[in-house]
């Protein structure tokens, strides 16, 4: 059973409704991100399962108890913000004591998990620094102590990572996954990094417009994207729409694709990595013709922009530069390397 439970939920602010029939399940010990670009509703959502927001349509559930109406302080979750939003004044003992002294925890007790925590998230020794005195990192650190100091039943991360430097952003995201293990936490992550997110979620939604287009692990997501939203989501480009005629699914100038499929209409995608390349121009199933338009170095790779009759394309190969603007060129869709999603574009009349 889901622990964490949000059934057809209307929320948002005012008359602005921004989660419109919203359903997801969370399940105890798991580490769900919520992925998807800025202004998709994520923070809504989040602030919705803290209680910040009202459900106005629909049910939160939490361990099978109805939580809709359920105030902010009697849900017990934590939050993580962004901004960290310590208290400048309080020194980060104090910061990190502060939930337990408002809940008139024992001193003693206070000073034993505060200083476990503070062990826990690698600060120990720093009881007595201000915030300000501190690193982004730390501080982050010092934030998601004080939210896991009180034993929270889940915890709410939105976008905890995203002031630091690349290389701490990749050293936190392991730190706060190794915590939630070890801690055995129920936790939803907000991020609108793709590669945060998969490398440290059990599940992940993509989001889009206030709806989530796909929940799965990582790997189902990342191999089997359902729509061309989250597939775009995931690094797929290269998409040629394809219809069903005699049986066959064939491009707009004739080239046949093979699937297992079986919607009118569809799209076959590839991503810049596994599209080939061959001289000239050969004919075949899944192969284009085309020219090549720029040749890019990439560092470890060559990219080509290829020119085709159904569209251009971006191709990835080994850095030696076969290929210059002008060369006809055979763009190839390895077919275990191709995905098929449903063609969802209006048809417009000819
Ligand atoms: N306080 C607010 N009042 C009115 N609209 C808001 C408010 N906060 C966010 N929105 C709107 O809600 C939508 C979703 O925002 P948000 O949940 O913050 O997205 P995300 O976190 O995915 O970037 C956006 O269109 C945004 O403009
Ligand atoms: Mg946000």
Redesign the pocket.
Known sequence: MALLELKNVSA??GK?I?LKDFCIDIEEGKLVSLL?S????????LRTMAGFIDVVKGQFLFDGQDYTRTPIHKRGFGYVFQSYALFPHLSVFDNVAFGLKRRHVNRTEIKERVTEMLTRVGLSGFEDRLPADMSGGQRQRVALARALVLKPRVLLMDEPLSNLDARLRVEMRVEIRRLQQEMGITAVY?THDQEECFSISDQVAI?NN?RIEQMDTPMHIFNYPVNEFTARFVGFENFVPVTLENGRYVSASGTVFETDKTAPRLKAACRPDDLQLLPGHEGGIMRLRGEIVVATFLGKQMQYLVHTREGDFLVNTAAEALYAPHDPVTVCFPREKTIFTLDETPVTAP
């Open positions: 948002g602010y602005n921004i998807g800025s202004g998709c509703g994520k923070t809504t959502t907000v989001m206030g």
